[in-house]
């Protein structure tokens, strides 16, 4: 079985390689689907996996360009040892924010084999967290030092935008930096 996955995301990528010769670029619209959620294309777009249900009841997966930028990258296919690291599944549907939610998946993305090498995916969930009013380095600092209180905030964030405050400070859309600057 991981002998077949393994193969398969190695056609899927040597199919990427192919399609950038073509196209000269990576274009989400282009990707197969097995290799969507998590890249960026060339533009700087980052591509979305998106599941719909057909007539007939099928499901069928197509890779989207989502309106979301991702910052100083482009042209990126995310790698195995990334998407490992962080917790995240190659079939990823959308882009949200209910999985920070999860203690087991916000360790993973906290833990600094993920924090610490996989820009792409910290850049995705650190905005991602901003939208809802998160400052991602808090909530990982959180995780590591065993703070119950900003945890159990940051899991009610999933069933409504919140503000997090921590002491003297308050983390809100507005207020939370671009990952450039942190």
Known sequence: MAVARILFTISALISVISLQDVYGGIVCEKLPVEVC???????????VLEKSILSNGNVQYECQSSEVIAENMNELIE????????????MTVGMSTDSLAEHGFTNKLCCPRCYNSCPNIIDLYFNLAAGEGVYLPRLCESHRSGQRRMISEVASFAVAPATISSGDTTISPTSAPSPASS
Do not use: K, L
């Open 37 to 47: 959620a998590f890249s960026v294309s060339s533009s700087g777009a980052r591509c």
């Open 79 to 90: 790698t195995d040892e990334c998407m490992n690291a962080c917790g995240v599944e190659r």
